[in-house]
């Protein structure tokens, strides 16, 4: 049974700096493609990264281009996300997600990843 566990999250001042983690259990190491999306309040859930199974592919929505970074290490099964300057536009719950193949032109739709974790909450305050 996949399961991916997410954690990092917290409270920051806009400027501030917070690397979120998701750990993959029950996958094959290194295969998978991977996913970070958002949901604000009253808001749909947003794809914000994207990362390819050898990190030679990356995808970002563009109002987080520059500021977040997505990486993974494929010999621990775990994905990341760096968040730089952070805004208070960028509070929401934190969602990783996973599946064998996702098609680059979908990497931002969420019915495009089977396996999900329960999020991690970011919080950032002016």
């Known amino acids: 049974q996949v399961q991916l566990v997410e954690s990092g999250g917290g409270s920051v001042q806009a400027g501030g700096s917070l690397r979120l983690s998701c750990a993959a259990s029950?996958?094959?190491?290194?295969?998978?493609?991977w996913g970070w999306f958002r949901q604000a309040p009253g808001k749909e859930r947003e794809g914000v990264a994207h990362i390819a199974p050898r990190g030679d592919r990356t995808y970002y929505a563009a109002s987080v281009k520059g500021r977040l970074t997505i990486s993974r290490d494929n010999a621990k099964n775990t994905v990341y996300l760096q968040m730089d300057s952070l805004t208070p536009e960028d509070t929401a719950m934190y969602y990783c997600a996973a599946d064998a193949w996702v098609a680059p032109s979908r990497w931002a739709d969420a019915n495009a990843y089977l396996w999900w974790g329960q999020g991690t909450q970011v919080t950032v305050s002016s």
């Open positions: 029950g996958m094959t190491d290194g295969s998978n493609y």
